[in-house]
């Protein structure tokens, strides 16, 4: 027989799953986003002062466009 502190106590077991659930998914999410500024930061180091001129932007900009702050 299930008693009403059985049910509770098992609504918060499932309560505090969904929220580490929720956490991991954030944190794969912001892991993701990471790898992705960290590859485009390496990439753009790779390119020189003219190579970057010729995309229109200089060295100086390369941490705003990886923080995606980046305007023209």
């Known amino acids: 027989?299930?008693?009403?502190?059985?049910?509770?106590a098992?609504?918060?077991n499932n309560?505090?799953?969904d929220t580490l659930?929720?956490?991991?998914?954030s944190f794969i999410a912001w892991r993701v986003e990471q790898?992705?500024?960290?590859t485009i930061a390496s990439e753009l180091a790779t390119y020189s002062n003219r190579e970057l001129f010729d995309l229109g932007i200089q060295s100086?900009?390369?941490p705003a466009i990886v923080n995606g702050t980046y305007s023209r």
């Open 15 to 17: 309560s505090v799953l």
């Open 1 to 8: 027989m299930t008693t009403l502190t059985d049910f509770s």
């Open 10 to 12: 098992a609504r918060s």
């Open 60 to 62: 100086a900009d390369i």
């Open 21 to 25: 659930q929720s956490l991991k998914a």
């Open 35 to 38: 790898r992705k500024r960290a």
